[in-house]
């Protein structure tokens, strides 16, 4: 099991900026990849970003790329979402998932944050 705990969510203006955090306890040593997802009200949840734990290649959605920045502390088993320059549509629920190695899909989540942005 792993447990998955996100913070940094909240309220902020177009054009600002906010760090979410994941927090990950439990089987972390096994992770392959984190991502983060965001789901906006009447929609699907997206990809926006992950992360390799060992070799810190990411990839980004189009939407959020040169905007948004994924990093990872490995030693405190934390990811980190920088979100710069941030629009209302980037309005979401955001939440942090674990892929294990050896498995082809995200099988932990966490509960999420909420990120609003207003115009």
């Known amino acids: 099991q792993v447990q998955l705990v996100e913070s940094g969510g909240g309220l902020v203006q177009a054009g600002g900026s906010l760090r979410l955090s994941c927090a990950a306890s439990?089987?972390?040593?096994?992770?392959?990849?984190m991502g983060w997802f965001r789901r906006a009200p009447g929609k699907e949840r997206e990809f926006v970003a992950a992360?390799?734990?060992?070799?810190?290649?990411?990839n980004y959605a189009d939407s959020v790329k040169g905007r948004f920045t994924i990093s990872r502390d490995n030693a405190k088993n934390l990811v980190y979402l920088q979100m710069d320059s941030l629009k209302p549509e980037d309005t979401a629920v955001y939440s942090c998932?674990?892929?294990?190695?050896?498995?082809?899909?995200?099988?932990?989540w966490g509960q999420g944050t909420q990120v609003t942005v207003s115009s």
């Open positions: 439990g089987r972390a040593f096994s992770t392959d990849r």
């Open positions: 998932a674990v892929r294990l190695f050896g498995a082809v899909q995200y099988a932990y």
């Open positions: 992360i390799s734990w060992r070799s810190g290649i990411t």
